[in-house]
């Protein structure tokens, strides 16, 4: 499970990802989001990803950065949408109950409203800072050379 953000711009972070990771992607900020709200006491799901170092990163010692989480999921959501994305109507609809949660409780204090501080981690590695955006832009540069497929997502490999 990973958090994808090559930049702060939730936008940028998006379009940076190929087709694949990029559905995935959304996917996974949909079931870390949902862990953190269940979490605090707002929705009852598996939270058998309780103690990965992502979930705990957002989770934040009690207060989650729920609403920068949730705008990352939207943006990555937009992203691959525009890219021809199908989404079936039952998870349409889970997005649509996540939404109207989120926002029912904002202003209640229950998490964090800053921004997610930027958070690499993979395999043991783990870097706080900014200096994740680079480690996750080489990632996926690495991931992209070793895929067999080529990915789709208008960033250019060289050699």
Not at 35 to 53: A, D, F, K, Q
Request: glycine share 6%; net charge neutral; proline share 6%.
């Amino acid at each position: 499970m990973q958090i994808f953000r090559i930049n702060p711009s939730h936008e940028k972070s998006a379009a940076y990802l190929d087709n694949r990771r990029l559905s995935k992607q959304v996917l996974e900020l949909y079931q870390i989001l949902r862990v953190n709200l269940s979490m605090i006491g707002l929705l009852e799901t598996n939270t058998r990803y309780l103690h990965h170092p992502i979930v705990k990163h957002v989770y934040n010692d009690g207060h989650p950065f729920i609403t920068h989480t949730f705008k990352l999921l939207i943006a990555c959501d937009r992203e691959h949408q525009r890219r021809g994305g199908k989404r079936s109507p039952g998870f349409r609809k889970d997005l649509d109950g996540l939404a109207s949660l989120i926002e029912a409780h904002e202003g209640d204090c229950l998490w964090n409203e800053d921004p997610l501080p930027p958070f690499y981690v993979y395999g043991d590695a783990k870097t706080y800072g900014e200096e994740a955006y680079s480690l996750y832009a080489s990632l996926l540069h690495e991931k992209w050379q070793n895929d067999k497929i080529p990915p789709r997502c208008g960033i250019h490999l060289e050699g």
